[in-house]
């Protein structure tokens, strides 16, 4: 079920499923700030 539809029922977002693995939230933020650092300024 959808976090949308998690809420519309009026259940926590915290209390179902799991944390996302940490290393994926790094990973993109690595990917954001390499993509900030190589874009082209005009």
């Known amino acids: 079920m959808t ?3 998690q ?3 009026g259940e926590r ?3 179902v499923g ?3 693995d940490y290393r994926f ?3 993109n ?3 954001f700030l ?4 190589t874009a ?3």
Do not use: Y
């Open 29 to 31: 933020e690595r990917t």
């Open 7 to 9: 809420l519309l029922r």
């Open 3 to 5: 976090g949308f539809r």
């Open 18 to 20: 799991e944390h996302p």
């Open 25 to 27: 939230t790094l990973a």
């Open 40 to 42: 082209s300024v005009f």
């Open 34 to 37: 390499a993509w900030i650092r």
């Open 13 to 15: 977002l915290d209390d």
